[in-house]
């Protein structure tokens, strides 16, 4: 992870979320998070079901200034996010690992991320 570039153009972001989509729900609402509600990964990957279920915010402290935010959940967003966990543990991990009961690894996300931008060149 040495160098991050933010995807600017409208059509690679497109690109990458319909990469994501057919790939894996939780990667794809992952990326969607990350571009809608702008938190730092390590503060995404320790949302919770219950963090935003029935929620029009996403209310948090953030890990590296320890400031509190109140994030507004879009009308659109927020359709996305009941869809992914209306099946799901109000305990769960937003983005749960396949392989255990604990979110995935900031250099996970990061892979699953880089993949799909790879992919869409």
């Given at each position: 992870m040495d160098f991050v570039e933010p995807l600017r153009d409208k059509k690679d972001i497109e690109t990458v979320k319909n990469i994501l989509k057919t790939k894996s729900n939780r990667d794809y609402l992952l990326f969607l998070i990350g571009i809608n509600?702008?938190?730092?990964?390590?503060?995404i990957l320790k949302l919770k079901v219950i963090d935003v279920k029935k929620k029009d915010y996403i209310s948090i402290y953030e890990q590296k200034t320890g400031k509190y935010r109140k994030i507004p959940i879009t009308k659109s967003f927020k359709?996305?996010?009941?869809?992914?966990?209306?099946?799901k543990k109000d305990e769960?991990?937003?983005f749960k690992s396949r392989r255990s009961n604990f979110a995935i690894t900031r250099?996970?996300?990061?892979?699953?991320?880089?993949d799909a931008c790879e992919k869409a060149g």
């Open positions: 509600i702008g938190l730092r990964i390590s503060d359709k996305c996010l009941n869809d992914y966990i209306k099946d769960e991990f937003l250099v996970q996300a990061y892979r699953i991320i880089c």
